[in-house]
């Protein structure tokens, strides 16, 4: 859910699968899914109120805590990236220093990003045990940006190391 600041009045609620939203009243802050706050900014009938974590400050925080740990850290909402984009595309105006604050989150996903290389680099470069990778904090859209390559690449991984240790097998078998 997000915040928005109507412009206009709506006396009923609107039931929803997710909950029932509403009464709107201009200018008093209301929660609402994201798509609705969207819709309603493109028709110029609200303002986006940006989450707490989004400020410069905030994010040079968690780019700093990012940066100075090999681990993923918790981020501030699982869905910092798809919230950015949406207020980015639809409420910038609504965002103070919109362009610092989608700039710190590119950073903060090409950062996670090249973590993400490097724990499967690492899986690789294991040959000695049974690859995994510890995965805590990591987002569903992290996951999906890398899944197509690393499960390529794991397959690959897979088909390898069984025809070395068909190989090995081999080789001791004529020993």
Known sequence: LVTILPNFRLSEKLYMMSGDFGPLE?????????????????????RLQPPDWMTVERLEQVKREETDTAAFQEMPSPFYREITQAFMTSGANDVPNADAVEALVQDIWDMRAAKMRRS??????????????????????????????LKEALDQMYTLRAQFHLLQQTQTDLS
């Open 26 to 46: 201009p200018n008093v802050p209301v929660q609402v899914p994201l798509w609705i706050a969207v819709y309603l900014r493109q028709r110029q009938k609200c």
């Open 120 to 149: 499967v680099d690492q899986i690789f470069r294991d040959t000695e045990s049974v690859p995994y990778a510890q995965a805590n904090h990591v987002t569903l859209m992290e996951i999906n940006a890398c899944r197509p390559f």
